[in-house]
């Protein structure tokens, strides 16, 4: 799942307006792995960077400010950065030859993990900044010009959200129709598995003004959907001026009324936080798209007792079952984990017997791989790599026939799509479903921020294929 996406600040035409500070001219070039908060996040140091006078590039040689933000899920993270950064002092030495400044920051939760054992293995890096932090980028740089290596990793009492400057109407356009939104960040839960908790920090909620604000700017600037997201978004309790704090379901029903806002989703749920509001708004809200990504992790019991899931299999189960009733359409989406130390045959095959018996539209599987520092690496009874592979094998293959079903179930139906760009082909156009399938078809780039009603005529396992209806969709209708 983890992909790697570059950013850059606004072009210098967007950043018009904004008064160029001294250093104006310099380049930036960011490069971000890892889950759609990074994205944000990325979107975020760019935006903070702009208006420090740097415009992008999309080529690291080109850049007088390289910023890797990291991801610290997958196996080998902190290995895999440290080959980046080789290269990257290759391409500083390169830069410095020609008389050229390089500074180098790592970002992002290796960084939070690592922090100042990343300069210790690299001299090359000029800093590294944590999730909570990077709203210093400015100051951090400032303190980098003078030749000083900086590491800021503190989850700091203030809020980065408050120092953060709104993006520009430009940078909004050039990311499209459809942006995320961080509301939350943090989690609680320390299932045994994962390093969020400890890269990500305590559970935090943003405060609901300072989110409908960004929506509204977003909006304005032709954002029509927005995805809410949180490391366990639906644990969103932020609050309110002058009310009690707002749950996930009320702050939907607050962006639902943002004129220009026709789609909300919000990702990635908890299952035991998935209260009986936040079902209902699936029911009442119609912006609240019929899709849901509610991760399991395992289908046996006793591996998730073991993983600190705190839901069984039943309480899953049950919740799917309550959520369908409450919007009967709903794609619902997983992740899985294989192999989890401990993991009988039986166990897996109470994970597959899981997903056959849920049906899923859409699903992320791995190989269970340790993470130093949490409780699961150091678990009697992990499981050899080859039966972790058998496995996922099996698991892939049922989920990806699940996909292809699902997909292939709505040929001949009619869809509401949200353009979102130009097609790979000219004459054609992209956009989503309410169910997040890409949807191809053929029209004009005009039709981009619009929703379409459109005919699916054919189906793959990723994305379908439609023939677009005359006219504009008023605004979502449930099918
Ligand atoms: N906040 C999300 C999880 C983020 S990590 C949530 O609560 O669902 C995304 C996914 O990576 C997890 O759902 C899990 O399936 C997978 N993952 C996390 N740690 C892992 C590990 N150590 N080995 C294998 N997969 C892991
Ligand atoms: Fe990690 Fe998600 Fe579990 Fe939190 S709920 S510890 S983010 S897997
Ligand atoms: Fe990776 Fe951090 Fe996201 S570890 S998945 S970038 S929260």
Redesign the pocket.
Known sequence: MPEIEKYGAASGSEAAGIPAPEGAGRRMYVKSFGCQMNVYDAQRMADILAREGFTRTDLPEDADLIVVNTCHIRERAAEKLFSELGKLRALKAMRAAQKKETKLVVAGCVAQAEGAEIYRRQKAVDAVVGPQSYHRLPQILQQANSGMFIADTEFPIESKFDFLPPPSPGQIRARGVSAVVTVQEG?????T?????YT?GAEASRPVESIIAEVEALAAAGVREVTLLG??VNAYHGAAKGGPAVSLAGLCERISKVPGIARIRYT?S?PGDMDSNLIAAHRSLRSLMPYLHL?V?SGSDKILGAM??RHKRKDYIELATNIRAARPDIALSS?FIVGFPGESEEDFEATMDLAAAVGFANAYSFKYSPRPGTPAASLPRQIPEAVKAERLLRLQALLYEQQRAFNAKMVGRTVEVLVEKRGRHPGQIVGKSPYLQPVQMEGRPERIGQIVRAEIISSGAHSLFARLLPGEASNEAFP
């Open positions: 989690c609680d839960k320390f299932c598995f994962c390093v969020v908790p990500r490391q366990n990635t908890h991760p992790q600190n899931r992740d």
